[in-house]
């Protein structure tokens, strides 16, 4: 099975900083990585999908990056209503496991 | 608009079986694969289980093979997970999601909890 690991676990930022947050696959996958987000008691939501690719009604300051092994979620200017979990999961091969999370709190 | 409303949730005896639900509507349903993921209380997101949109293909965590059984009624517009010899360690929330083309959970419902406990 591939192994997703997430870094950091938790980053602490103000609005308006510029928050990175990596994800890196056991083995290469190409591009087949997505980001969610989940808020506290809600269902995950897709942000980015392929790598790099927005999802539909997604903010812009949400960008993806990378591929084979390492993988980037980047939030330009980060607003209130991002502050969540996000989550990274690679689609290569089943099964389609999951990083433990990063944890983005108010600083 | 996409809806998908989980149900058949609660409270289990170790050993003991449950079967979840997944009711989709506001989508084509029989062209979609589908997936199960929990989520354990306080844990992170664990993928469970998948089905191709006609059933042809079918794939389980590790965790869970050779217990829990997806399926789906194109007709019914329905998931479904079977779970049977409970343990503990599978009390979570259960989301069901809609695939897309990159086999990536485009629309969840709001879950539904399974708790195994004596």
């Known amino acids: 099975d591939i192994q997703m690991t997430q870094s950091p676990s938790s980053v602490s930022a103000s609005v308006g900083d510029r928050v990175t947050i990596t994800c890196r696959a056991s083995?290469?996958?190409?591009?087949?990585l997505a980001w969610y987000q989940q808020k506290p008691g809600k269902a995950p939501k897709l942000l980015i999908y392929?790598?790099?690719s927005l999802q539909s009604g997604v903010p812009s300051r949400f960008s993806g990056s990378g591929s084979g092994t390492d993988f980037t979620l980047t939030i330009s200017s980060l607003q209130p209503e991002d502050f969540a979990t996000y989550y990274c999961?690679?689609?290569?091969?089943?099964?389609?496991?999951f990083g433990q999370g990063t944890k983005v709190e108010i600083k | 608009e996409v809806q998908l409303v989980e149900s058949g949730g609660g409270l289990v005896q170790p050993g003991g079986s449950l079967r979840l639900s997944c009711a989709a509507s506001?989508?084509?349903?029989?062209?979609?694969?589908m997936s199960w993921v929990r989520q354990a209380p306080g844990k992170g997101l664990e993928w469970v289980s998948y089905?191709?949109?006609?059933?042809?293909?079918?794939y389980y965590a590790d965790s869970v093979k050779g217990r829990f059984t997806i399926s789906r009624d194109n007709a019914k517009n329905s998931l479904y997970l079977q779970m049977n010899s409970l343990r503990a360690e599978d009390t979570a929330v259960y989301y069901c999601?809609?695939?897309?083309?990159?086999?990536?959970?485009?629309?969840w419902g709001q879950g539904t909890l399974v708790t195994v406990s004596s």
């Open positions: 999601a809609r695939d897309n083309n990159w086999n990536y959970g485009d629309y």
């Open positions: 506001g989508f084509t349903f029989s062209i979609y694969s």
């Open positions: 089905i191709s949109s006609s059933s042809s293909a079918i």
């Open positions: 083995q290469g996958i190409s591009s087949w």
């Open positions: 392929a790598a790099s």
């Open positions: 999961q690679q689609a290569n091969s089943f099964p389609h496991t």
